[in-house]
């Protein structure tokens, strides 16, 4: 606790990334007890759970992150690589939290009801107010094609007649994915009598 270095800490800029306590750590230990321990081995639970927290606050930040991160220590002297783990400096270091894109179907406006045979017109966009929106991934249970990964699929043919729900997940450049997939539902009708009038005609 007085930011000083343990007698047997090893030391030197160029093996100590950053230190964490290690002395009197109070831990526990079998049959229900606690103890103090002294050594690395009480020092780097300290680092990797600062890195889990890291993660929690930012589920896409990756190991150098992470890392990058963690160097914002709190200096202690020389021979101490970036200095004693400080969180509030880590955390502070991550800046704000990446938001996730939103997608919309854009066509069509709503629930669709069809004969089996017919196509429905399907279109999409997305907006992410910190990036761009990379990919568009389109499923069309009981459509051909099934599945599209442009904007603007264009005509998806239904031909068993049912209830389907078409969906449109936006992932952007960070990797992140809209949290509520846009949905379409599409109606299909039997196509006896509506084809057989057609036939008629």
Not at 89 to 107: E, F, K, M, R, Y
Not at 111 to 139: E, H, K, L, N, R
Not at 140 to 167: E, L, M, Q
Request: net charge negative; charged share 10%; glycine share 12%.
């Amino acid at each position: 606790d007085q930011d000083t270095r343990s007698s047997f800490s090893n030391y030197g800029n160029a093996i100590v990334w950053v230190a964490a306590p290690g002395e009197a750590i109070v831990t526990t230990y079998p049959f229900g007890t606690y103890a103090a321990g002294w050594g690395t081995s009480f020092s780097a639970p300290f680092v990797s759970g600062a890195a889990a927290l890291l993660l929690n606050k930012q589920a896409n930040t990756n190991e150098s992150q992470a890392a990058a991160a963690v160097a914002h220590a709190m200096p202690v002297g020389p021979d101490m690589g970036n200095g004693r783990l400080d969180l509030v400096q880590a955390l502070g270091s991550l800046g704000p939290a990446d938001v996730p894109p939103t997608g919309s179907i854009d066509s069509p406006s709503g629930y669709v009801i069809i004969f089996a045979g017919q196509s429905v017109f399907f279109s999409g966009s997305g907006t992410d107010p910190d990036g761009t929106v990379t990919a568009y991934s389109w499923s069309f249970p009981g459509g051909n094609p099934g599945s599209s990964n442009v904007a603007t699929p264009g005509n998806v043919t239904y031909s068993t007649p049912g209830i389907f729900v078409a969906t449109l997940t936006v992932t952007d450049d960070a990797g992140l994915n809209d949290p509520s997939p846009k949905t379409r539902t599409v109606v299909v009708l039997p196509c006896a009598l509506f084809c057989n009038s057609l036939q008629g005609l």
